[in-house]
């Protein structure tokens, strides 16, 4: 078994997560239940931030909220001295809400409204990360109403797509964010930009995937990237003073998967550039990276109660839990895998095989396949790791399921971060049929 963090098992024989026993979170706030090892959390990040001061290069480490974002959440990436990558209005309604910084809050998208760029400008958001050629021209409008210049990077696709494992490079660009990078699309978006008085053109953005395992496809985008950058210097004086290569380091969700370091990934970015930097004989811009999963991902751990049991004879046996595809659709969406076990028996030997059934109404909602458990029983309570990146950021109602509650635990302290959904609140926006309704 695989212990996360500061998972252990106590002397009850119990998973303990944050030195909280956590058969007593499922008894005290109920389950479905998202726990996050906050240790964790700031390990991570502080990880990735040391990388760079180590190598002595200015740069920002924007934690992507699209994995996980909750005012505490927020709160804690602000204290951890992160900037934010949010890319929608509600995103960034809560990152406000939360306190925190807005010069350190990037804005993305791919289909930004006006209202949303008009907000994240009202808020003086730290920069639009820009992605097409109609958010140029709703920017361009909106920069005559504000006195300082607008601070954007521009989005390119590199032409670099990674997959998990391996990396493949796609000739045609073809993807639906950003500029491409070799199809003349850039060059005509610098030139808009360079020609806008009320915009500043701060640099280049790329992003090549996520759940990667190794640095190749960085450094493949870092080197085309450069390439143009060697050409814009000539054609437009142009020199980028931020270069962001996003995010998407992998995790390790099961044996199979082998994750790098936060530092590998970070020196082997800054080398990347660090080589074009030098041939060109220009100034290091700021090196920024927007990592997502790696922040959160194992830090988070979901509790569910063991119910209904089906046995498929000569076939399988099917263990349903009490949430599914609502509170973790990433089985079903990418048959993502993740490995669990009985927390409340952790010491018992995991070597029955079941697997694991959620309870929404729907053939395809398995969370896990062939998992090795004890003998279940009604009651018991499942841990399902490393639900930390687009779990609760993924949830949904369907089947009109409420939410599940979060907890953030530390030191042998927990802390519910976001209150369980109720029924009520699953009807707090229906409205009732405006004829009056007749009983038949
Ligand atoms: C632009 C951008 N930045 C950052 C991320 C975060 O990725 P990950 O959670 O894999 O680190 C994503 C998601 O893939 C993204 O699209
Ligand atoms: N939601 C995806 C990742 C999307 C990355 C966002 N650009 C996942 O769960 O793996």
């Known amino acids: 078994m695989f212990l996360h963090g500061t998972s252990e098992i106590n002397e009850h024989g119990h998973l303990e997560i944050g030195g909280v026993d956590t058969v007593t979170l499922a008894k005290d706030y109920g389950t479905p239940l998202y726990i996050y090892d906050v240790a964790l959390i700031r390990e991570r990040a502080r990880s990735f931030k040391q990388a760079f001061e180590k190598m002595g290069v200015r740069a920002q480490v924007a934690y992507a909220s699209k994995a996980f974002s909750s005012i505490a959440m927020f709160q804690l990436v602000a204290e951890e001295g992160l900037s934010l990558d949010v890319v929608s209005g509600g995103e960034l309604y809560t990152a406000i809400a939360s306190g925190f910084p807005s010069s350190r809050i990037h804005l993305h998208g791919n289909n930004k409204s006006y209202h949303e760029l008009k907000m994240a400008l009202d808020h003086e958001v730290g920069c639009i990360v820009v992605d097409n050629f109609y958010e140029i021209e709703l920017l361009k409008g909106?920069?005559?109403q504000y006195k300082r210049k607008i601070p954007v990077l521009l989005r390119v696709t590199p032409g670099v797509e990674a997959h998990t494992h391996d990396y493949i490079t796609t000739g045609q660009e073809d993807s639906k964010f950003g500029f491409g990078l070799l199809n003349g699309q850039i060059e005509q978006a610098i030139e808009t930009i360079l020609n806008i008085e009320g915009i500043h053109l701060l640099g280049i953005h790329c992003h090549i995937g996520s759940q990667i395992f190794d640095t190749a496809g960085f450094v493949l985008a870092a080197?085309?990237?450069?390439?143009?950058?060697?050409e814009w210097k000539e054609s437009y004086s142009f020199i980028p003073e931020v270069v962001n290569l996003g995010g998407g380091f992998g995790i390790r969700y099961t044996e199979d998967d082998e994750p790098l370091p936060a530092t590998y990934y970070v020196e082997q970015i800054v080398e990347a550039v660090k080589k074009h930097v030098n041939e060109m004989g220009i100034n290091m811009p700021e090196i920024w990276i927007e990592p997502g999963r790696s922040l959160v991902g194992d830090a988070g751990t979901t509790l569910y109660t063991v119910g209904s049991k089906k046995t498929v004879p000569n076939i399988r046996e099917y263990v349903a839990i009490d949430g599914g595809m609502s509170d973790n659709i990433r089985p079903a969406l990418y048959q993502a895998k993740y490995e669990a076990v009985l927390a409340n028996r952790v010491t018992e030997k995991h070597d029955k095989e079941v697997s694991i059934a959620g309870k929404c109404c729907e053939s395809g909602d398995m969370l896990i396949w062939d998992l090795p458990l004890p003998e279940v029983k009604a009651e018991d309570i499942l841990a399902v790791f490393c639900t930390g990146a687009y779990g609760y950021s993924m949830a949904n109602n369907y089947n009109r399921i409420p939410r599940p509650a979060v907890v953030f635990v530390e030191n042998g302290e927990?802390?519910?971060?976001?209150?369980?959904?109720?029924?009520?609140?699953?009807?707090?926006n229906d409205l009732p049929l405006k004829t009056k309704i007749t009983q038949k």
């Not at 085309?224 to 950058?229: A, G, P």
Request: no cysteine; glycine share 0%.
């Open 223 to 230: 080197e085309r990237v450069f390439e143009k950058i060697k």
């Open 414 to 428: 927990a802390q519910l971060v976001v209150k369980r959904e109720s029924f009520e609140d699953l009807i707090v």
């Open 142 to 144: 909106l920069s005559t």
